[in-house]
Structure formats: C-alpha cells, structure tokens
C-alpha cells in the first residue's frame, strides 16, 4: 500500500532563517506531487506541483521554492522565511494520471516568528 | 480562475442529525471531489463524483452534482461526534496539460453528543 511522509511535523523558526520540508511517498512509482498551505481557519493554496523529477510548476509567486530530486521526493525550501510564510503545509501525491484521488501528508505546522 | 466555494462555512448540529454541505463552483469540471480533515492533520479522501454523474453514496455520505447548477452537496446521515471535521470539496482544472485541483475554504462542522 501507499504511504506518504512529512517531517518535521511542527517547525519554529526566526524571519530571515532557511527553511526545508521534505516529503516521500512510498509504494508507487512517478506520482504527481503537490505543496499546499493552508492559512488558519482556511482552505488549500496550491503551491507548487510537479509531474516528473526536476519538473516543477509554480502557481504563486513567493518566497518559497520546490526541488523533486527523485521520483518520489518533494521538497519546499526557503532561503530567507518571512513572517507571512508561516502556515500549515501539506504535501500531496496523486496517480500519474493527475485527475484522481489526492492522498494527504500528515502536514507540517511551520511558525516563523 | 474555478474555485470550490462551501456553504455554510460553519455547522453545528445534534449528534443523529444530518448535515448538508454546498460548493459551488465557476467553470466545467472533470470531477469533483469532497475531502474530510480533522483539525490540524491532513486531509482524507472521501468521495469523488464525475461529471457524468448525478449522486453516489458510500456509507452514510451521500453526494450529488448538478453541472448545469455548477454545485455539489455533501450529505452525511445519522451524524456522530466523530464526523466533527472541516469538509472540503475540491474541483480538477479541466486546462489542457494541468493536474491541478482548486479546494474550496471548507465548512466546518460541529456534532455535539
């Protein structure tokens, strides 16, 4: 079966410091990979997503960029965080084929202070 | 651009009282699909409905979508405290090349024993 991993699970970290969350799925092959983040109290911003290693598709201009290094590897990193970064993050993985189910990381809570 | 609106953005009913949950939506879709989180973990696949498709059920949810009305409702019967939640529904970008999902603001639902 499937499986999808997040860490850290909760994050704190000064403005202007580096920034890395990683994600890896297990028990597929080429997935599609998506970087959500998620406001308090609100709904999913897509932000990043990507269907092949080292292909990426950015949806919102910003400070946070996104590697996929191997097959089943996402990584959302920042060089400088801003107080506006922080949030809720959630990774997630989908079929090769896009239009279908989303499975969810267990997410990543991030406080830039 | 589409995005999934939910109605009402809070509930709060009787425990083995049904809920009923809207999203609308802006453009033509291939699917639709509602997701389930609890809060501050990630999000779990509930049902998808295509476009083809009026109402399906899986267990005690029951989903229907009008097309011509671009709007979905989640129905969950004999509710328990444990279907406390926020529901999202979440519509596929139907652009040529893209496997992207648009998730709604959610609504939260409060089922008291």
């Known amino acids: 079966s499937q499986t999808i991993h997040q860490w850290p699970a909760t994050l704190v970290q000064p403005v202007g410091s580096p920034l890395s969350l990683e994600c890896t799925v297990e028990?597929?092959?080429?997935?599609?990979l998506y970087w959500y983040r998620q406001a308090a109290g609100r709904g999913l911003q897509l932000l990043f997503y990507?269907?092949?290693?080292?292909?990426i598709s950015s949806e919102v201009p910003q400070n946070l960029s996104a590697s996929r290094p191997q097959d089943r590897q996402f990584i959302l990193s920042s060089k400088k965080l801003l107080l506006s970064d922080s949030g809720f993050y959630l990774c997630?993985?989908?079929?090769?084929?896009?239009?279908?189910?989303?499975?969810f990381g267990p997410g990543t809570r991030l406080t830039v202070l | 651009s589409q995005q999934g609106e939910e109605d009402p953005q809070a509930l709060s009913i009787q425990e083995g009282e049904n809920a009923t949950m809207n999203c609308s939506y802006k453009?033509?879709?291939?699917?639709l699909q509602w997701y389930r989180q609890n809060s501050g973990r990630g999000l779990v696949h509930l049902i998808l409905i295509r476009s083809n498709e009026r109402e399906k059920h899986s267990g005690r949810l029951r989903v229907t979508l009008d097309t011509s009305k671009k709007s979905s409702s989640l129905l969950i019967t004999a509710s328990r405290a444990a279907d406390t939640a926020s529901y999202f529904c979440a519509t596929d970008d139907t652009s040529a090349g893209t496997y992207k999902y648009i998730f709604g603001t959610g609504t939260r639902l409060k089922v008291l024993a």
């Open positions: 453009t033509s879709i291939n699917n």
């Open positions: 997630a993985w989908s079929r090769t084929s896009g239009k279908d189910t989303q499975y």
């Open positions: 990507s269907v092949g290693i080292g292909q």
């Open positions: 028990g597929t092959s080429n997935p599609n």
